[in-house]
């Protein structure tokens, strides 16, 4: 079993930045495939960024592409989506996820789920 929780949401002008982060316990973190997602109000949950257990593997969805980064500390047990250049359409409750995989999965087929942080973008 994994516990993920994610915190560092918030409310931010277009233009600003977050840093969301997700801290995970309750197995070897480093043998996970991390991934994070966002839902906006109304819509379907969409993928926003995922990474392999060394950290050097990534992808991003095209729309976050050039402005998000993840990156994990394995020492620390958590992932990271640096988001820079904030758009009012990244408004979004944004989960982290994470399963057992050598793959990048860019689908919602992740076995656990955190709670989700508010991201508000405001114009």
């Known amino acids: 079993q994994v516990q993920l929780v994610e915190s560092g949401g918030g409310l931010v002008q277009a233009g600003g930045s977050l840093r969301l982060s997700c801290a995970a316990s309750g197995r070897i973190f480093s043998s996970l495939a991390m991934g994070w997602f966002r839902q906006a109000s109304g819509k379907e949950r969409e993928f926003v960024a995922a990474?392999?257990?060394?950290?050097?593997?990534?992808s991003y969805a095209d729309s976050v592409k050039g402005r998000f980064t993840i990156s994990r500390d394995n020492a620390k047990n958590t992932v990271y989506l640096q988001m820079n250049s904030l758009k009012p359409e990244d408004t979004a409750v944004y989960f982290c996820?994470?399963?057992?995989?050598?793959?990048?999965?860019?689908?919602?087929?992740?076995?656990?789920w955190g709670q989700g942080t508010q991201v508000t973008v405001s114009s």
């Open positions: 990474i392999l257990r060394s950290g050097k593997t990534t």
């Open positions: 996820a994470a399963r057992s995989s050598i793959m990048i999965i860019r689908t919602s087929e992740y076995d656990y």
